[in-house]
């Protein structure tokens, strides 16, 4: 696709909506950026959604991590748990989407996501999650724990386009113990090198359309400085909720992606 003004501005003002609440919940922005590409016809395949989107997930990451790290939000402990196989992961999902068929995939991660939904939803707060859960991961159980869901993540960013996020955030509140804004933070930070990773390699294999990412960067990095504003502003309670609701939006449109 050529380059286009009205396009380009829309999509802009689209990445500014899209980068505010991607830093506020930790989700990177995909599961809005994959269905605004592929509903509005800007891209012809399910790919090129997911490989644009990576590469605008990357400097929304990069810009709400600076200003988590100012707060001190970040657990850099946990990152560093998560990020190898996270890299792994990204790379691994965004090669097989030339080889796989993805629809399947899409139902399972949306299966996968309705007990933290279930758990979101009811508002959970880290001590109840800790009793369920045998209290906050440390040492060995703390890596391997990581190591699986930096996985899992990567796995699903990679073939899916929809950001680590999804799947990170509820993962470390619910299996790490970690508060919903460290889990937040931590989420971002490790999406910063594993986003890049599948959004090179997906431009490798031409899924990634530069001149609507552009726009949709630009955008999200100005909107991803006002997330973590917002967050010190809302009760936990009610950002767990809030996050609740968006990875149910995510599962029911993964689901009708997967059927279309």
């Not at 990412?213 to 309670?237: C, D, H, N």
């Amino acid at each position: 696709m050529a380059f286009d003004l009205e396009i380009s501005l829309l999509l802009g003002v689209a990445g500014l909506a899209i980068g505010t609440l991607s830093s506020l919940l930790g989700v990177g922005g995909g599961i809005f950026i994959v269905p605004l590409l592929t509903l509005s016809g800007l891209v012809a395949r399910v790919q090129e959604a997911a490989g644009t989107s990576l590469a605008a997930i990357t400097f929304t990451s990069l810009s709400a991590s600076i200003a988590y790290a100012r707060r001190r939000a970040i657990d850099v402990r946990a990152g560093i748990a998560l990020m190898p196989t996270s890299l792994l992961g990204a790379w691994a999902g965004a090669r097989l989407t030339s080889v796989i068929d993805s629809r399947w995939l899409a139902i399972g991660f949306a299966a996968l996501l309705l007990y933290p939904i279930v758990m979101m939803l009811r508002g959970k707060t880290t001590s109840e999650i800790g009793r369920t859960h045998r209290g906050p991961a440390t040492g060995a159980r703390l890596y391997a724990i990581g190591a699986a869901i930096g996985l899992a993540a990567g796995l699903g960013s990679g073939l899916l386009g929809i950001g680590s996020g999804t799947i990170m955030v509820p993962s470390l509140a619910l299996f790490l113990g970690l508060d919903i804004v460290p889990a937040i933070a931590t989420s971002l930070f490790v999406m910063v090198p594993s986003s890049a990773f599948a959004a090179w390699t997906h431009y490798q294999q031409g899924h990634l359309h530069v001149e609507l990412a552009i726009p949709l960067l630009v955008g999200t990095v100005i909107g991803a400085q006002f997330g973590p504003f917002l967050g010190e502003r809302i009760s936990r309670r009610r950002l767990r909720q809030l996050f609740g609701l968006v990875l149910l939006y995510a599962a029911v449109n993964m689901v009708l992606k997967a059927l279309q």
